[in-house]
């Protein structure tokens, strides 16, 4: 694992109609719009803010974790609007010794269904094998959430089980996930 192609600088990745790039106090609004539908979070591990200041501090948040090499929080951005910010995408988890890193993401609901989500995993998922020399990426997924769920499968992950009661989520307590996963050695950039 390159894990200096991730944290010597904040990566911007760019596909044909999106850039990944970082999120900055400028994104506020529409970082805010995102986290203050309680559909975004429906599946997610974590809690809607239904507060300006709240979001505004998570964003500091981001930087932190960056800084930490723990976590990388990118904006979803759509070329063709003025570069809004459409969504997040996450890396997480890095583990390096056996290679492998975790990642999520959500989309502001108005952008559901136009393959936002999996553009961006896709985008992602070449920058960590090809740049980052990652050998395991995984996700995991609620049962319910059939849409990342393809999202996923479009992206070539496999479906490895069940992990029954396996996680505490914020306002969920503890729940089933299923965790997929694509190999390094299974990746073919199409």
Request: include cysteine; proline fraction near 2%.
């Amino acid at each position: 694992m390159n894990i200096e192609k991730v944290f010597a600088g904040f990566p911007v990745l760019e596909s044909t109609n999106l850039i990944l790039k970082k999120i900055e106090e400028v994104h506020l609004q529409e970082l805010y719009s995102i986290y203050d539908n309680d559909k975004v979070f429906k599946y997610c591990g974590m809690i809607p803010r239904h507060n300006l200041q709240t979001v505004s501090k998570m964003i500091g948040h981001f930087d932190k974790d960056y800084d930490k090499k723990r976590r990388v929080k990118w904006g979803i951005f759509q070329k063709n609007q003025s570069n809004k910010l459409v969504g997040i995408l996450e890396s997480m988890d890095f583990n390096q010794k056996v290679n492998v890193v975790t990642i999520g993401y959500y989309l502001a609901e108005d952008y559901w269904g136009k393959g936002i989500a999996t553009e961006s995993v896709h985008t992602l998922v070449k920058f960590l094998f090809e740049e980052v020399n990652i050998n395991r990426i995984q996700a995991e997924v609620m049962p319910a959430n059939e849409i990342s769920k393809k999202v996923l499968l479009k992206n070539g992950f496999m479906k490895e089980g069940l992990l029954r009661q396996a996680s505490l989520w914020s306002d969920k307590g503890v729940v089933d996930l299923e965790i997929y996963s694509i190999l390094k050695e299974e990746y073919t950039n199409n």
